[in-house]
């Protein structure tokens, strides 16, 4: 049973990181393209970790898992947030 | 259960693969600097399953180091732009 | 195990590998070379886990990816182009020298034959056996060695005389660095967001730094890892304009900087004076000198990282702290 769900999960964050990617690739510009990268970010690795924490053997491993995925919302949206700012200033220069 | 452990990790280096044509290709630096974000959390997804597949807790480690010095990164990047602005 | 997806997991990864190596070396943005070295260092602290090294995979990630890349973008900051976008690959250099055909003749013969000897090295590692004597041979002294991760038993206790000259080496690189001069002055202070960046990302690195030491001694870890992840904080507090960034002033800091080698060396010696051979541990204390000697290490190690960073001797803090005011003043 929780062999499926964390399947489940897994297969789901596995989805988002792809979809993430192919919109990095796909999207027109910058601010569409980062978009897709916090989803990525984000859902992916919150369901890929979700999934593995379920199926970990040990308390201290789903503790890491759900620091890893914390920390990695928190940059990611602040660095996503930077670079935008930045790629912008740039623009409204030329 | 394996199985799906090598799948979803061959995914998810497929996913950090398209990244990498978007570091090499995109036009602008943000462009090449948001791919390296992916790059980054792509590999720390990779970690994941590998350290259950391969049977090596450490690399969770690794990738909760990756996950801090990939924003590190990011910073430095950033903060760059942030010192040359004002 | 399916060897079949693996295989593709691999390709992949090699691919990337040598494709970023190479974009990253042929682009002719200096920028955007180091993005690419960034991405780099993260692609292979990926491989090294996958070669089950985790060891060598926490270095990668903490060296390769975020500190080498804030030393070179720092470093970049300060040059002018020296080769415009749009200019010829190779030909010809920025002060105008010709690079001549017999150069570019003798660089390709001699890299060829570097990559012959590699490959010819490691054909013949694969041919040779037994393979496993030196596993065995650690595996065998480790239960008194004081330490249980083979890796950290070989560099702090086996090896231990290799350690200490590697500190050695990195105590010259920060005294070169010293004779540089001032290090460049501070960044402006960072606007809120970056500093909601930093308000979290410096105390976890710092427990992080501290981790590793402490797991090193039974799992992958160790003082370079936890003192290459300890100059990420201090990095990270730099580019945010802090003026204070976690190096001590003046005569602590020449203490903090000798502190790897020193320790090492008076463990060594007071070794010696009780009539062991120098660095020769007593099983039952090789435990606590270990962990003592990784942590003057890893203190060691985090200065000099983020000296280099600095460029030069670091401006105390409170003159830091003037100049951020005095901008604040003028704007």
Redesign the interface.
């Known amino acids: 049973m929780i062999n499926f769900a964390s399947s489940i999960l897994i297969l789901a964050g596995l989805f988002f990181y792809l979809a993430g990617s192919i919109g990095l690739l796909r999207l027109p510009d910058l601010y569409t393209r980062l978009h897709a990268l916090t989803k990525a970010d984000n859902l992916g690795l919150g369901l890929l970790a979700a999934g593995l924490a379920l199926h970990s053997q040990h308390l201290l491993t789903s503790l890491k898992l759900l620091l890893i995925w914390l920390a990695v919302l928190a940059a990611s949206a602040t660095s996503a947030h930077l670079i935008a700012r930045q790629a912008r200033r740039q623009e409204t220069r030329r | 259960m394996t199985e799906l452990l090598l799948f979803s990790a061959t995914g998810l280096m497929l996913s950090l693969f398209l990244g990498l044509l978007r570091v090499l290709l995109g036009p602008s630096a943000g462009d090449r600097m948001l791919a390296t974000q992916l790059i980054g959390t792509a590999g720390v997804g990779i970690l994941l399953p590998l350290s259950l597949l391969l049977d090596q807790p450490a690399l969770i480690d690794v990738a909760l180091l990756l996950a801090l010095l990939a924003a590190v990164a990011a910073a430095a990047f950033t903060g760059q732009q942030e010192a040359r602005h004002d | 195990?399916?060897t079949t997806?693996?295989l593709?997991?691999d390709g992949?990864?090699l691919?990337?590998i040598v494709?970023?190596a190479w974009?990253s070396l042929a682009t002719t943005d200096e920028?955007?070379s180091v993005?690419?070295f960034?991405?780099f260092g993260?692609?292979l602290?990926?491989a090294?886990?996958?070669l089950?090294a985790?060891?060598v995979?926490?270095a990668e990630?903490?060296i390769g990816?975020?500190?080498s890349?804030?030393l070179l973008?720092?470093a970049a900051?300060k040059q002018p182009r020296l080769l415009s976008p749009g200019s010829s690959k190779g030909s010809r250099h920025p002060d105008g020298a010709n690079v001549s055909l017999v150069s570019r003749w003798a660089v390709t013969l001699l890299s060829a034959a570097l990559a012959g000897t590699l490959a010819w090295a490691l054909l013949h590692a694969f041919s040779s056996t037994p393979h496993d004597m030196l596993p065995r041979a650690i595996s065998g002294n480790l239960a008194s060695s004081g330490v249980s991760n083979p890796v950290t038993a070989v560099l702090l206790n086996f090896r231990a005389y290799d350690t200490l000259l590697e500190l050695a080496v990195l105590l010259t690189a920060v005294l070169g660095i010293f004779a540089l001069g001032q290090g460049t002055p501070g960044?402006?202070p960072?606007?809120p967001?970056?500093d909601?960046?930093?308000r979290?990302?410096v105390p976890?690195?710092i427990l992080?730094a501290g981790y590793?030491l402490w797991?090193g001694a039974h799992?992958?870890?160790g003082a370079f890892?936890a003192g290459a992840?300890l100059a990420?904080a201090g990095?990270?507090l730099r580019?945010?304009?802090r003026s204070r960034i976690g190096l001590p002033d003046g005569f602590v800091l020449r203490i903090v900087m000798a502190a790897g080698v020193g320790v090492f060396l008076l463990v060594g010696l007071t070794l010696l004076l009780l009539g062991r051979p120098f660095l020769g541990y007593p099983p039952a204390w090789a435990g606590a000198l270990i962990l003592l000697i990784e942590t003057a290490a890893m203190l060691s190690i985090a200065a000099t990282l983020l000296l280099a960073f600095v460029g030069g001797q670091p401006q105390s803090a409170d003159v830091n702290a003037a100049a951020n005011r005095q901008r604040e003043e003028m704007?």
Do not use: E, K
């Open positions: 195990m399916n997806s693996l593709v997991f992949l990864l691919f990337s494709g970023l974009a920028r955007r993005i690419l960034m991405a993260l692609v602290a990926v090294w886990g996958r089950l985790p060891d995979a926490l990630a903490a990816a975020g500190l890349g804030a973008l720092a900051r960044y402006q960072a606007g967001i970056f909601g960046l930093v979290w990302l976890v690195l992080t590793l797991v799992a992958p870890g890892q992840t990420a990095v990270v580019l945010a304009g704007s």
